[in-house]
Each structure stands twice: as structure tokens, then as C-alpha cells.
Nanobody, 126 residues
Framework: QVQLVESGGGSVQAGGSLRLSCAAS????????MGWFRQAPGKEREFVAG????????YYANSVKGRFTISRDNAKNTVYLQMNSLKPEDTAIYYC???????????????????WGQGTQVTVSS
């Protein structure tokens, strides 16, 4: 079992930055690929970024590529999402998720992630 707790959300003006953190419990965190997803009001949850268990492979949605960076510290059981040049359309609840499959590549498919955090709100004003 893995429990995930997100933090770092908040309100920021367009062009600003936020850093989200996701703290994981459990000894197996370092063997799981991790992902960040988001859900805006009235929209379906969408993939944002993913990272392999080692941190050596990352994958981004086109909408955030070049602005967001996913990273992880396995010694601290934590995955991060650095968000720069934020836009109002980035406003959403952000969720971290863990993929317990034995995979070398982070997935963008929500159904491949079997552990989810409760989410943290990010609001970007224009």
C-alpha cells in the first residue's frame, strides 16, 4: 500500500511559479513510476507529467512542456512538480499518482495508476 499526500498548491498570478510536492508512505515508493494529473472545473482529469522509478525518464503533456518539470527524491519518498510561467488555464486540482506496474516508462494513462492522493488546488489569476 502507498499513501500519497500533495502539498504546495495555492494562488498565484499569471507568469508566476509554484512547486508541488507529493509525499509517499511505504517502502516500495522507489520502485513505482509516478505521475501528476489535474482536473479543472467541468473538465475531465488529464495527464500532466510522469517520471520513471529511477527518475531517468520523464514525459509531459504538450500543454505544459517547457514550463513544468517533474522530479523525484527516492531517499525522501517525494515527487515534485515545478510549475513556471503559469497560465490561468493551469487552474485545477492537481493529483499525484503511483503506478505499481513493473514498467520502465511513465504512463500518461490514468487507468495505469492505482494509488492517488487527495489533490491540491492551484489557482492562477490573470
Amino acid at each position: 500500500q502507498v499513501q500519497l499526500v500533495e502539498s504546495g498548491g495555492g494562488s498565484v498570478q499569471a507568469g508566476g511559479s509554484l512547486r508541488l510536492s507529493c509525499a509517499a508512505s511505504g517502502r516500495t515508493f522507489s520502485s513505482y513510476a509516478m505521475g501528476w494529473f489535474r482536473q479543472a472545473p467541468g473538465k475531465e482529469r488529464e495527464f500532466v507529467a510522469g517520471i520513471s522509478w529511477s527518475g531517468g525518464r520523464t514525459y509531459y503533456a504538450n500543454s505544459v512542456k517547457g514550463r513544468f518539470t517533474i522530479s523525484r527524491d527516492n531517499a525522501k519518498n517525494t515527487v515534485y512538480l515545478q510549475m513556471n510561467s503559469l497560465k490561468p488555464e493551469d487552474t485545477a486540482i492537481y493529483y499525484c499518482a503511483a503506478d505499481s506496474r513493473s514498467t520502465l516508462f511513465p504512463s500518461s494513462q490514468e487507468t495505469n495508476y492505482n494509488y492517488w492522493g487527495q489533490g491540491t488546488q492551484v489557482t492562477v489569476s490573470s
